[in-house]
């Protein structure tokens, strides 16, 4: 999960924000670092921005320049509304307050939903939680706008849910999508009523007011989402599953080798440390802490996770563009010099894999050994080929052997 750091070193106590962006932090020891003449006249020279990397300079520019696009855009768009007579070149009277829902279908909203789209690139460039937390809004917002997601929205946005640590909602958002999807409910209003819904929510409205029930357990087993659709796996549904369920494995198999500290450890602090541990899904999760507070072995719980994310990855294989998938994973070079991302009439044509990997591989660079899970769960269980990455001094390969006296 991504938390708040110095841009300049690994921080996290003292941080000051930079006076550019106000996303992006820098803590007191990177006070003292020297900066140029023309930095101090771009960001004003405030204290938490003398450790402003030239990386962050380049992003913070273009930030405040897809910023002051989209102020230019909504302020056409909102001109061209007060002015309308009806015409077939001029958005509709009030088109933010009587259109919402249905931006795309008017063409003269459509340079300002690319504007919004380009500066949520921009505070993704940035690399920060704030930012990446601003672009959840963003992504909420362009749905509640426009529900004929042309732009790819939906999908950006379960990647960055995953990302965060939103597990509910993402889990959530793939299930109702997925069977909107199989039932051919095109522009359904689900996507205007979850996007703010809370993400444990038992029910969701949808547009003829039925309500249909869904639930929330990120432990369940991963066929309410594959389903029987075998053939039509979608990857850019299944890789932020494939996200979260490695998260909740690597996060049990941590909690499960602190389990093998009671040899040396009181029983009470054994359980302390494996709270400590535990992440948001898991502390929710009662049979896991259960087994906690009772002293007992989390190993098949740990097992349980594991096999569910390598069915998920399996899935990710079978899916159309998948193997292209686990190939730019797996790429030692620059992998975004063999992605070809192209925009026809507005609509996004970036190929499954190659958007699958833009809007999810950070994501595994960002947790805890999260390559090296994907790599070991690839090898063992043959799913696809990876790249042979050095393994961890401290992983285990699952066997009970390897956790000495936490059998």
């Known amino acids: 999960m991504m938390r708040r750091r110095c841009q300049a070193c690994p921080g996290t106590v003292d941080l000051e924000p930079c006076s ?14 020297s900066r140029s003449g023309e930095e ?13 990397t030239a990386e962050h300079d380049v992003a913070c520019k273009a930030l405040a320049q897809a910023r002051g696009l989209v102020a230019l855009e909504e302020a056409k768009l909102r001109e061209s509304s007060a002015n309308s007579v009806g015409g077939l070149f001029s958005a509709p009277p009030r088109v933010f307050e009587d259109h919402a829902g ?11 939903l690319r504007a919004r789209l380009a500066y949520t690139e921009a505070l993704l460039a940035l690399g920060t939680l704030d930012a990446a937390e601003l672009v959840v809004s963003e992504y909420d917002d362009m749905l509640r706008l426009s529900q004929w997601d042309m732009l790819d929205i939906r999908h950006r946005l379960l990647g960055q849910l995953a990302r965060l640590g939103r597990g509910e909602r993402c889990y959530e958002l793939v299930k ?6 199989m039932i051919g409910d095109e522009g359904s209003n689900n996507v205007l009523q979850v996007a703010a819904r809370p993400a444990r ?38 890789v932020p599953v494939l996200v979260i369920k490695i998260g909740l494995w690597l996060n049990l198999r941590e909690m499960h080798q602190a389990y093998g500290l009671r040899s040396t450890l009181p029983p009470e602090m054994v359980c302390t440390v494996q709270m400590e541990l535990a992440g948001p899904a898991v502390r929710a999760n009662d049979a896991v802490m259960s087994a906690v ?4 072995s989390l190993l098949p719980h740990e097992r349980e996770m594991r096999l569910q994310a390598a069915s998920i990855a399996r899935a990710v294989t079978k899916a159309q563009g998948g193997r ?40 595994f660079l960002e947790m805890p050994l999260g390559v090296w899970a994907v790599e070991s769960m690839l090898r063992d269980d043959g799913v696809a080929d990876m790249p042979d990455y050095d393994t961890p001094d401290h992983a285990w390969d699952g066997s009970d052997e390897d956790m000495g006296s936490g059998k």
């Not at 109702?176 to 999807?181: F, H, M, S």
């Not at 007011?209 to 075998?230: K, Q, R």
């Not at 507070?293 to 007992?296: P, T, Y």
């Not at 507005?346 to 894999?353: E, K, L, R």
Request: one cysteine or more; aromatic letters at 12%.
């Open 201 to 238: 929510s038992n029910s969701i409205s949808s547009s003829d007011g039925a309500t249909s029930a869904t639930t929330t357990d990120l432990f369940e087993d991963p066929s309410t989402v594959l389903g029987p659709a075998e053939p039509y796996f979608e990857l850019l549904k299944l």
């Open 20 to 33: 550019g962006c106000g996303l992006a932090y820098y803590c007191a020891r990177s006070k003292s670092s």
């Open 102 to 112: 249905y931006f795309w279908d008017i063409a003269e909203t459509r340079e300002y």
């Open 40 to 52: 101090r006249r771009l960001h004003g020279g405030g204290q938490g921005e003398q450790g402003k």
């Open 176 to 181: 109702i999508w997925l069977l909107e999807d």
């Open 293 to 296: 507070r009772s002293g007992k």
């Open 324 to 363: 292209e998938f686990w190939d730019l994973m797996s790429l030692t070079s620059d992998p975004y010099e063999k992605i070809d991302e192209s925009l026809e009439s507005g609509y996004c044509t970036v190929q499954p894999a190659h958007a699958a990997f833009r809007y999810n591989h950070v994501s």
